[in-house]
């Protein structure tokens, strides 16, 4: 047991590392007696950096494991499998890991470039836990909740200010945050019941505000536009590159990012914020985060209003990273205002993969996991031009990557070039469970399997009332299912009393455009 204990030094390794535990690993040994691990109403505020298997609380356990009424707010760094919370909580032989009445308000930064990394704001790499009434900062800890799935049942992310006082109190004093078992302060965030009065406890609960005009796209740690707020309550003086901070709108913050330390007697706690990326971009992940509410894109409630380029670029950077768990504009409505020009915003923009579009969501593993554009996307009638996309190594191509439960519609792809390797589509590489409707594609695309001029690769999906003039070809000539419309059509179930299917369905479509292949080949559809 692990129970009423804190952290608030520097712990630093290469594996398996974490504020209160590096380890935990579940034996049954030859009486069939389990081994369990419990940790409860402890705290970790000190900053965490390992390589793999890095956490807040404990950076790996395989099982048996319970964590309750902790939290964490110290920064977290780690290469791979990295979390607020844990960083690997895998359960292996379906041996339980529980995770309940707990929150991060720490931030969770990679470090170094490994691909597809495992990042999450309360666990890195997950399998099979159990969670209910857990909570996030979504501005200073801007990932998802889990680095490995977009899936967080159980985890809520929340605005700072949402965190802050008696915001997460329960009605029910024994609920996981009632005040059994926890003190809400104004202006801090929640406590540990019988530890509120320790300096490294008032220090841990002490927040950095940053502005939020509105939930969908507020200011984070990584993207600080408006200036800060540092809260000096109870004692606390923070710091910025050894230097006290007397006035916060003086700090010079930018892209690079600076290390804030809150300090009170002795005691440290950092934080790393970040300005967006400046505005002349050599990319466009950097082109999105560039981007200006207000001028490149307009948030109106659940509408956001595409008017640039680098507004298109700042839904993908969105989608595909999923900063405060934002699940792909689910429930929400991403529109144009006007014809979008891809050209000219990324120096050297399409002269070789690095240099491409980056589609609007993305496969994020081998496993099949994904954080798809699943929103409505409607172009009102405007069109894109110069699409280019030039990665023959890789799949799931065109101006969307994988959308998912989405729908898009009355949009154009003017012109452009996609090469690729499967999965490649005007509109979008990956349909699934989705419609798209009142679209057309003119843009050349070439690839090695499931081409398709609108939709490279649909399941159990609708393609309506669009048309594709470009030519389509299968460039390696294999089985690689090439389609005027659609590259391959799948269905789960369900097929009418002929045959046909009725979930997957292409309907008042045309192709003009030259289809080209080896086999499975169709002016339509491949397969």
């Keep these: 047991f692990v129970d009423h204990v804190y952290n608030s030094g520097s712990v630093q390794g290469s594996e398996s590392v ?41 950076g790996d356990t395989d099982g048996f494991t319970k964590i309750t009424y902790s939290y964490n707010t110290g920064m977290i760094i780690g290469s791979n499998s ?41 666990v ?3 399998l099979g836990i159990k969670s209910d009434k857990n909570y996030y900062d979504k501005q200073v800890s801007y990932r998802m909740a889990y680095g490995n799935t977009g899936v967080s049942v159980g985890i809520t992310p929340k605005l700072t200010t949402e965190m802050l006082g008696e915001e997460l109190k329960s009605k029910t004093a024994s609920d996981y945050f009632g005040e059994y078992h926890w003190v809400f302060s104004s202006g801090l965030y929640p406590r540990i019941k019988g530890m509120e009065t320790l300096d490294a406890s008032i220090l841990s609960a002490t927040p950095i505000l940053l502005q939020a005009s509105n939930s969908i796209d507020p200011d984070t740690a990584i993207r600080v536009r408006s200036g800060i707020n540092l809260s000096t309550d109870s004692g606390v003086q923070w710091r910025a590159g050894g230097s006290w901070i007397s006035d916060p709108s003086s700090l010079s913050i930018n892209s690079t990012g600076i290390t804030l330390s809150a300090m009170k007697n002795n005691i440290t706690k950092d934080v790393l914020i970040k300005a967006p990326p400046s505005s002349s971009a050599s990319n466009w992940s950097d082109a999105g985060q560039a981007a200006i509410q207000g001028t490149d894109y307009t948030i109106s409630g659940s509408t956001i209003t595409i008017n640039t380029a680098k507004g298109l670029a700042w839904v993908a950077w969105m989608t595909n990273t999923n900063p405060g768990n934002i699940d792909g504009f689910s429930g929400k409505t991403v529109e144009l205002g006007a ?24 496969p994020t593993n081998a496993s099949g996991d994904s954080l798809p554009f699943k929103g409505t996307f409607d172009g009102k009638g405007y069109a894109v031009s110069n699409l280019k996309i030039d990665r023959s190594n890789h799949g799931i191509l065109g101006l969307f990557g994988i959308i998912s439960y989405a729908v898009i519609q009355n949009v154009g792809i003017e012109s452009g070039t996609v090469t690729g390797h499967d999965s490649l589509g005007g509109i979008t590489g990956y349909a699934d469970r989705s419609t798209i409707q009142s679209c057309y594609n003119k843009a050349t ?15 159990d999906s609708i393609v309506r009332n669009c048309y594709n003039t470009a030519d389509i070809g299968n460039s390696s000539n294999n089985n690689g299912s090439t389609g005027g419309v659609a590259g391959i059509m799948q269905s789960s179930t369900g097929n009418d009393m002929w045959g046909l299917s009725t979930t997957c369905i292409v309907t008042q479509c045309y192709n003009t455009g030259t289809v080209y292949g080896s086999t499975l080949v169709g002016g339509i559809a491949g397969s």
């Design 18 to 58: 974490g504020g209160l535990v590096g380890c935990f690993n579940y034996i049954s040994n030859v009486s069939n007696i389990t081994y369990t691990l419990s940790i409860s109403k402890s705290f970790n505020t000190g900053t965490v950096q390992g390589g793999i298997k890095t956490g807040g609380i404990i």
């Design 82 to 122: 990295t979390g607020g919370i844990a960083g690997n909580a895998t359960n292996n032989s379906l041996n339980y890991i529980t995770i309940m009445g707990i929150y991060n308000a720490g931030v969770v930064i990679q470090s170094g470039n490994t691909a597809n990394a495992k990042i999450g704001s309360i």
């Design 124 to 126: 890195g790499s997950s």
């Design 339 to 362: 014809n979008i020009d891809l050209d000219g915003v990324v120096t050297g923009y399409g002269t070789d993969a690095e240099k491409s579009w980056v589609p609007i969501g993305k």
């Design 445 to 459: 695309i070439e690839g090695d399997a499931y081409i398709g001029g609108i939709v490279g690769n649909m399941y």
